[in-house]
């Protein structure tokens, strides 16, 4: 189990920056066991903020136990405790601390889609409690073994990777966020006024053969952009919208085009330890109309035909941070990764204009740098607003926007 004394100033950032926990708040800690050091911290900082914190166990093991020996009644069971828990709290502070990153990836994927179905009522509720601006909440890394090993790392320069993703290496981490906020607002600003948004790789030759890129057009006309600077995710470094779908109408009845086109992810898609290569999503009308992987194609597409919300576009999103430059299988890091953009299959967040119900939110992460990286190869890319050219082969044209140190 990690010791380290950055962990206390990860609490006192998560606690004082990210959540800005007050006096009287109620303060969920949520995470394993294995990164009670982290908690621990956590609950001190709390109290010194004048919360009310107390810790909720979130456990593999359980939930392995559940998968493998529940019935399907059992596993899709929603807890009236963890409804009633999201009801009243005030903070939810969240880590991950993985014994085992894939330990549900051998059983069967319909088990596991009914255990996100379990976790659907749950997710729509946490979702409207933030866009009602009653709810605050951070999730973060805990660095242990397993993920250290997903990123072919040891176990101490994982946590060096963490840290330094987190800016806590810098005399003032809160400071130097503050400057990726007005960053990237200046990016939200800008996206703000904009109907759509067209993302273009051109085809090239992949580790697995030729790859057809990606033309991707994606209606943000009634989306709100987020900009993402540490306040929900910890580290962070993302602006994202949720897509206009055609039947999410205005109030005259308009519904946008949603998402028309196709896109080749570049890394691998990793949902619940399960990891799916080379897919390839075609939509229309902002659903998926066809999909297929090189790898784990049966789990994607059990993934997919989960709900009927789940083959919706519910999120659409550009990475900022120039810092995290390699993929590591840790979506929280991944998909932050300055110069590349991400979609996410499922639930929308009320907040960005989205109303997408889905038990499913499943980030798929595509380059947009010239680059070959572990065999992965990729010609550059470009994104377009309203038919203007603003970001090319992974950097933003406007130097006021984020940009590599």
Same mark, same amino acid.
């Given at each position: 189990m990690l010791q380290d004394a950055r962990l206390a100033k990860l609490a006192d950032v998560l606690v004082g920056y990210s959540t800005r926990v007050k006096a009287g708040d109620l303060v969920a800690i949520i995470g394993d066991r294995a990164g009670m050091p982290l908690a621990e911290e956590l609950f001190k900082a709390v109290l010194r903020a004048g919360g009310n914190p107390f810790f909720w166990l979130r456990s593999e093991a359980f939930n392995e136990a559940l998968v493998a020996h529940g019935s399907d009644a059992q596993i899709a069971f929603v807890n009236p405790i963890q409804m009633d828990l999201i009801e009243k709290v005030d903070v939810t502070l969240s880590y991950w601390a993985s014994g085992n990153s894939k330990y549900l990836s051998g059983y069967p994927s319909a088990k596991t889609a009914l255990l996100q179905q379990?976790?659907?009522?749950?997710?729509?509720?946490?979702?409207?409690?933030?866009?009602?601006?009653?709810?605050?909440?951070?999730?973060?890394?805990?660095?242990?073994? $397993? +993920? =250290?090993?997903?990123? %072919?790392?040891? &176990?101490?320069?994982?946590? /060096?990777?963490v840290f330094r993703a987190g800016l806590l290496h810098l005399p003032d981490p809160i400071a130097a966020w503050r400057g990726v906020e007005q960053r990237q607002q200046r990016v939200c600003d800008y996206l703000q006024k904009k109907k759509a948004l067209h993302f273009a790789v051109p085809p090239h030759d992949g580790p697995l053969g030729r790859n057809d890129g990606t033309d991707l057009k994606v209606d943000v006309s009634r989306g709100i952009w987020e900009n993402c600077c540490g306040h929900c995710n910890f580290p962070d470094g993302e602006v994202f919208c949720g897509p206009t779908l055609p039947d999410n109408k205005d109030a005259a009845g308009n519904g946008g085009f949603g998402v028309d086109g196709h896109v080749n992810y570049t890394f691998p898609a990793v949902y619940m330890g399960n990891e799916v290569q080379n897919v390839r999503?075609?939509?229309?009308?902002?659903?998926?109309?066809? $999909? +297929? =992987?090189?790898?784990? %194609?049966?789990? &994607?597409?059990?993934?997919? /035909?989960?709900?009927?919300?789940?083959?919706?576009?519910?999120?659409?999103?550009?990475?900022?941070?120039?810092g995290i430059t390699d993929f590591s299988r840790n979506i929280l890091f991944d998909e932050k990764i300055g110069g590349t953009f991400h979609a996410a299959v499922g639930a929308g967040y009320p907040k960005t204009g989205s109303n997408n119900d889905s038990g499913l939110h499943?980030?798929?992460?595509?380059?947009?740098?010239?680059?070959?990286?572990?065999?992965?190869?990729?010609?550059?890319?470009?994104?377009?607003?309203?038919?203007?050219?603003?970001?090319?082969?992974?950097?933003?044209?406007?130097?006021?926007?984020?940009?590599?140190?």
């Open positions: 379990a976790r659907k009522p749950y997710l729509k509720r946490f979702m409207q409690r933030e866009a009602d601006k009653a709810l605050r909440w951070c999730g973060t890394e805990f660095p242990t073994n $397993a +993920s =250290a090993m997903d990123a %072919e790392m040891s &176990l101490h320069q994982w946590a /060096d990777f999503l075609a939509f229309k009308a902002g659903r998926v109309v066809d $999909a +297929s =992987a090189s790898k784990g %194609e049966d789990f &994607l597409f059990k993934m997919l /035909d989960q709900d009927p919300g789940a083959r919706n576009l519910g999120e659409i999103a550009i990475g900022t941070n120039y499943w980030d798929m992460i595509c380059e947009l740098r010239q680059r070959t990286s572990n065999g992965i190869a990729s010609p550059g890319g470009e994104i377009r607003a309203d038919g203007e050219l603003f970001h090319k082969h992974g950097l933003f044209l406007d130097p006021t926007f984020p940009q590599p140190s």
